[in-house]
């Protein structure tokens, strides 16, 4: 299980697309708590809830800054979910390919093995 998780965050780079979300949402955290002073716990849970673009509306910017934030957050956020749904796509998919390959070379000896016996038989009806 751990070896699909692993594989998983590594398809199409999306374990650094998170890191790269992540760090976007911390900096926008900071810089929303100081520029409409509110703690930056309530900074954080307010760049989470933008970022998913649920937006409870508990916690709204006021200032231009703010607001200037939180379309970086929803742009950031419509990105990481387009890349989780592109990541989860290609995970089933490549897991499907593998699947489809190891059929078809399994296809391929049994053919091969159908050819002998089926040569083994006419020899053995000629002698």
Not at 11 to 20: A, D, E, H, L, R
Not at 58 to 69: E, S
Not at 104 to 109: L, T
């Amino acid at each position: 299980m751990t070896k699909h998780i692993k594989v998983f965050f590594q398809t199409n780079g999306f374990v650094y697309m998170m890191y790269v979300a992540g760090v976007i949402m911390l900096i926008g955290a900071t810089v929303y708590s100081v520029v409409e002073n509110i703690n930056f716990i309530d900074s954080l849970w307010w760049a989470f809830v933008t970022s998913t673009t649920v937006g409870y509306g508990d916690i709204v910017p006021y200032t231009n800054i703010g607001r200037l934030i939180a379309v970086v957050l929803m742009l950031t956020g419509i990105g990481i979910f387009g890349a989780l749904t592109s990541t989860i796509t290609s995970f089933f998919m490549n897991n499907n390919d593998d699947k489809i390959e190891n059929q078809n070379m399994e296809i391929k000896e049994l053919n091969i093995k159908i050819t002998q016996l089926l040569e083994k038989m006419d020899r053995n009806e000629i002698g």
